[in-house]
């Protein structure tokens, strides 16, 4: 673990010093993380990108991409393109990266279950805005708005996100 890692605890995220209130997945935390269980995986998870609204907030740090019209999260475990970047049209299961809900106007990607997926081991573990505090993800950790804008100014690509079984 280094300074720079985000470290989950039952009080929120720890990083550089200072602890981020946050929510995870309405599943708890769990070790055998399964697609639609709705838990947040046990791990240590590296931060693989940051994507971006560029309609509605300036990049966050210059190695952000921007979520463009069209671009999807295939979440469909029987498609080679399970957890990733697709885009539109996709006529499989996926999620919608540009919702018309801020919920995921800023997105922090992990690595879980990537490259490489597992069909059925969970698709995108992301960092994202939160809906309310103590609202549940679907697994995500999810932040205040502006915490997770300054979380996203002061990662690096070494930063992980790290999460112990409770």
């Known amino acids: 673990m280094t300074a720079n890692d985000l470290v989950l605890t039952p009080q929120g ?5 200072r602890m981020w209130p946050c929510t995870i997945g309405r ?8 697609e639609g269980d709705g838990a947040t995986p046990v791990g240590t998870h590296r931060i693989t990108g940051i994507l971006y609204r560029p309609d509605r907030t300036a990049p ?8 463009r019209p069209g671009d999807l999260w295939s979440d469909d475990p029987d498609r080679p393109e399970y957890n990733r970047l697709v885009r539109a049209p ?10 018309a809900d801020p919920l995921y106007d800023l997105i922090l990607l992990t690595d879980w279950n990537w490259p490489d997926a597992k ?3 969970g698709s ?21 708005p502006d915490h997770l804008w300054q979380i996203a100014r002061r990662i690096t690509p070494a930063t992980r996100l790290i999460v112990r079984a409770r």
């Open 119 to 121: 069909p059925g081991a």
């Open 13 to 17: 995220v720890r990083f550089i010093g």
């Open 27 to 34: 599943g708890g935390i769990r070790a055998d993380k399964r």
């Open 124 to 144: 995108a573990i992301f960092l994202h805005r939160w809906r309310r505090p103590g609202y549940p993800t679907e697994g995500c950790v999810a932040f205040r």
């Open 60 to 67: 966050p740090s210059p190695w952000a991409r921007p979520i």
């Open 90 to 99: 996709y006529p499989h299961s996926h999620e919608n990266l540009r919702r």
